[in-house]
């Protein structure tokens, strides 16, 4: 393999062009933050990693660095080349980092060079990145506007989202769906790759469409697990909406669409028939029960119920009228009463109310106003 490019500090080009990266670091570290285009293939495993830092602990960098030779058998040694050749073979356009930029990139990419194949680092690696992804989300919230679109649970917000160039799916960026149901096969990322995702996002956003607004569904704090910073709150705290308006009869079937059918096909797909339809089924009882205080014992009973009827008829006749009735209790007793109140906090004025077609029809105008 040819190589002739140099090493890199250029982490902008890198990201908006969804750069191939190798990622070096050990399993663990990985696990706690990467990138949306990294592929961990580590050059030491997790067991290597750790007693190789308590040998630099104890008797410092010389001694560490012959124990990582020392544990670089030729079978080990073989089976990363072959990883490594693999990956600079599928992504000749790729980069590979450890942590700092330091030792483990260095010797990948000599011991690849050696290999015959020349392949760059990230100057600073990891660190660096991250660096410059925390410092570009904060200046990226600073400088781009934002519209906020909201509307009660069940309208099909992110539906819309997807239809508009303009925005960013802050659900999607989480795996979640937000509200007290949404839990999605797969589970959700760290808050690191979270802020790394929607960091990345603005970028984009802002480097194909300076001065735009991106349109953002409105959320609370926490997405999940993953969290938006108090500065990305209080900016959409203070953002033009829009408001979606659809019937109650419209949201039943979105949630029947959004909250049954499609995550049980996710579950399914992943873990089979009957696994899926378990996960699926913990995934609805686990939810409802995490809001039994907020509901009452009274109306949590009552709303068990109706869960444990749906899920009986499900599973037995493939019928899914049952789930009509406890969707409808649920918007229109317990999410409603949150959205009017949460409505009336916000600071934004509402420029615009409909439904899709209408939104989707004023939108481009309501940005000209915006920009004027």
Not at 243 to 256: A, K, M, Q
Not at 274 to 291: K, P, V
Not at 341 to 348: A, D, V
Not at 356 to 370: C, S
Request: aromatic share 8%; hydrophobic share 35%; glycine share 8%.
């Amino acid at each position: 393999m040819s190589q002739t490019r140099s090493d890199t500090d250029d982490f902008k080009t890198l990201f908006l062009n969804d750069t191939p990266l190798m990622d070096v670091r050990a399993p663990v570290e990985f696990e706690q933050g990467a990138f949306p285009t990294a592929q961990n293939i580590p050059i030491l495993d997790n067991h290597q990693r750790e007693v190789i830092g308590t040998r630099y602990k104890q008797e410092g960098q010389d001694a560490a660095v012959a124990l990582g030779y020392e544990l670089a058998t030729d079978d080990v040694r073989e089976a990363r080349l072959l990883s490594w050749k693999a990956f600079t073979d599928q992504h000749p356009e790729g980069y590979l980092y450890c942590f700092r930029g330091g030792q483990r990139s260095h010797l990948t990419q000599a011991w690849l060079k050696e290999a015959g194949v020349n392949y760059p680092l990230i100057k600073g690696g990891y660190k660096a990145l991250r660096r410059y992804l925390i410092d570009e989300l904060e200046a990226s919230v600073e400088a781009c506007p934002f519209i906020i679109l909201s509307g009660k649970t069940g309208t099909g917000k992110t539906r819309l989202i997807h239809k508009i160039s303009d925005s960013i799916d802050l659900e999607g960026l989480a795996n979640h769906r937000g509200s007290s149901f949404g839990r999605r096969c797969g589970g959700q990322p760290t808050q690191i790759d979270f802020e790394n995702r929607l960091s990345i996002a603005l970028l984009k956003h802002l480097n194909q469409k300076s001065g735009h607004p991106a349109l953002l569904e409105d959320e609370s704090k926490l997405i999940g697990r993953c969290s938006l910073s108090q500065p990305i709150r209080d900016k959409m705290q203070q953002s033009p909406i829009i408001l979606l308006e659809t019937s109650i009869e419209e949201r039943v079937e979105v949630g029947l669409q959004e909250y049954v059918r499609d995550n049980l096909a996710d579950f399914i797909s992943a873990y089979g028939e009957e696994a899926g339809f378990e996960q699926f089924r913990e995934g609805l009882t686990g939810s409802l029960y995490r809001i039994r205080r907020r509901l009452g014992g009274v109306r949590y009973q009552a709303l068990n119920s109706l869960l444990e009827n749906a899920l009986k008829h499900h599973c037995e006749d493939n019928h899914l009228d049952g789930y009509r009735p406890l969707i409808a209790s649920l918007l229109t007793e317990y999410y409603d009463p949150m959205y009017e109140y949460q409505l009336g906090q916000k600071e934004g004025k509402v420029i615009f109310s409909g439904d899709h077609n209408d939104i989707l029809k004023a939108y481009p105008e309501l940005v000209k106003t915006l920009l004027a």
